[in-house]
């Protein structure tokens, strides 16, 4: 394994001192030991002489295998970052690293109180091993509180994590200071197969299946918001969460009047998001906002792990529930909308000028080929959708040949709309207990109790914060809620925000230009839902019908009123009546 000297933070460094650093790469540790008073008297020594704090990156075989001059938290390096290991494990990896001691008037060094907080959330952050600091006596000669010959190296600072919070709530340690002699002394193998054992005791809590998604969730209050509001909408992430298939295991919540521009939370936020990600064993954070392509990139950064935010999270929804070719294109639409703004390069360094002389560039980068081949397949898709919304034209115009009015399931996603359907038509559309669970739109005919008929179109449902780029790209599917002739809307009155769902609905409905058309509102899944609840609700909502799809209870009632409002709406309606 090759080592690597990091010198980018450091200026005006002499060759011998670049020599040095780079001859720290061929020093060796037993595999039985933290450090040797031989690594940490020069390395204190070679800090001390170019005036810069220096961090050693060790792995479990004694071999420095990065240094850098700077703090840990400065140490770039592919094993620690975005490091992803159990919450049973460590990263295989310890930092060993100066600090610079400052003397006081009297001529005294002046000993640091162990490793700063920045450090101690580095090491949660890369799961390391541990954190050894080493504080740089100036004097190098003696120490008096110890009584003992002292070198360079004065005092070794060791931290290592704790399988959980302590009683201050800290998930590291802190041992005794100690001195090198001291340091060197301890077995490093022997804490390190005690910490993991003890970690591996705390795992069963944390059980991380293989290729499983274990997920925090972060919420923002912000100016206008109330608390419970982003619990609630919290809650609903959690379902889309589970809906696509990853374990949530922690959420995160914090006020600020706007989210910042380049981290979404404040900075000290995302550090405390950076320890509960590695507390929890996560690989990935879902933010309940839609966040920048600056945002999403500076919070993996920090984090480590995967960040997407909710736009991204349903349209991964919607592409595990796309069956039919057209929901496809749909998913596959949206999806390429919202990667476009999020691709990134090297910016306009190389790109390509154009054509003549004086405007030749280097040629075109590989960033603006993607961001080409990406734009000719948007304008591909955007065709196809339009070739689709042309073959429904057809399909709707050989309907109305026929006089067969269209009646529009509509509502809140996991509503009941699919379950209605199934009981109305006697159909068998597929029913689960998630969000989304039908994304193509299926239509299927029964009779009223006149005998007339009558088309049932089941559609997408809609959802809070519903990104309008998905409302575009699904146009061509939601139109069959543009042009029915009566939109049932279908409510669960179990939920216990079933206001805000039903205002969601009708924003929807307002952006689809559908807001006035014949509603009905269908009060579903009202056989667990309180008597007072349900007359609240019926004194709220236009043409109520109280309902339970699953014992199919109002089914009856529910004809009948499509049929009385058909009436109004279609007149003409009794020449195809059986």
């Not at 790469?25 to 170019?50: F, H, M, W």
Request: include cysteine; aromatic fraction near 4%; proline fraction near 4%.
């Amino acid at each position: 394994m090759h080592g690597k000297v990091d010198l980018a933070k450091s200026k005006g460094l002499k060759k011998s001192e670049i020599r040095q650093l780079n001859r720290l790469l061929t020093q060796r540790i037993p595999a039985d030991k933290i450090l040797t008073i031989e690594l940490a008297d020069s390395v204190a020594e070679l800090s001390n002489s170019i005036g810069q704090p220096v961090s050693l990156v060790v792995n479990r075989r004694g071999q420095v295998v990065n240094v850098t001059v700077g703090q840990p938290s400065d140490v770039n390096m592919p094993e620690l970052r975005g490091v992803r290991v159990g919450p049973g494990r460590l990263c295989g990896h310890r930092i060993i690293h100066t600090h610079l001691s400052k003397a006081n008037a009297a001529g005294e060094s002046k000993s640091g109180h162990g490793p700063n907080k920045e450090s101690l959330q580095c090491l949660a952050r890369n799961r390391l091993d541990l954190l050894a600091q080493i504080e740089v006596n100036p004097e190098g000669t003696f120490s008096r509180s110890r009584g003992e010959q002292a070198k360079m190296a004065d005092v070794i600072h060791i931290a290592h994590l704790l399988p959980g919070r302590d009683s201050e709530g800290k998930i590291w340690k802190l041992l005794e200071p100690e001195t090198a002699r001291r340091a060197q002394e301890e077995n490093f193998e022997a804490l390190i197969y005690a910490l993991e054992d003890e970690f591996r005791k705390v795992a069963p809590g944390l059980p991380v299946a293989e290729g499983e998604e274990r997920a925090v969730l972060v919420g923002l209050v912000t100016d206008g918001e109330n608390s419970w509001q982003v619990e609630d909408d919290l809650d609903e992430l959690a379902q889309l969460g589970r809906t696509a298939g990853a374990t949530i295991c922690e959420r995160l919540t914090q006020t600020r009047p706007q989210p910042d521009p380049r981290y979404f939370l404040g900075s000290g936020k995302v550090q405390e998001l950076a320890l509960m990600v590695q507390e929890m064993g996560a690989n990935l954070v879902i933010v309940d906002q839609e966040l920048t392509a600056n945002q999403q990139r500076t919070l993996e950064e920090v984090v480590g792990v995967k960040v997407i935010d909710r736009t991204e999270l349903i349209l991964d929804i919607f592409a595990q529930r796309a069956q039919t070719r057209e929901g496809k294109l749909q998913v596959e639409l949206a999806q390429l909308k919202y990667l476009l703004p999020r691709l990134i390069g090297k910016g306009l360094t190389l790109s390509r000028l154009g054509g003549g002389i004086g405007t030749r560039g280097p040629g075109e980068t590989k960033l603006e080929i993607d961001r080409r081949r990406i734009r000719e397949r948007i304008n591909s898709l955007e065709k196809e959708t339009e070739r689709i919304r042309a073959h429904r034209d057809t399909q709707r115009r050989r309907r109305n040949d026929d006089n067969y009015p269209v009646v529009a399931l509509t509502g809140y996603t996991n509503s009941g709309k699919s379950t209605l359907l199934n009981a109305l038509t006697k159909s068998n559309a597929i029913v689960e207990d998630k969000l989304f669970a039908t994304l193509d739109p299926t239509t299927r005919r029964t009779t009223l109790p006149d005998h007339s008929p009558v088309l049932l179109t089941d559609t997408v449902g809609f959802i809070k914060k519903l990104p309008t780029s998905l409302v575009a790209a699904f146009r061509a599917t939601l139109e069959e809620v543009a042009v029915a002739d009566v939109l049932i809307h279908v409510v669960d009155a179990s939920h216990p925000n079933v206001s805000e769902h039903i205002a969601s609905v009708y924003d929807v409905l307002s952006e689809l230009g559908a807001v006035d058309k014949p509603l009905i509102t269908v009060l579903n899944k009202a056989d667990i839902v309180r008597k007072e609840d349900l007359t609240y609700l019926l004194a709220q909502v236009p043409n109520p019908v109280i309902l339970s799809a699953t014992k199919r209870v109002g089914l009856g009632s529910l004809l009948t009123t499509i049929q009385d409002v058909l009436q109004e709406v279609c007149p003409t309606r009794q020449k195809f009546s059986a």
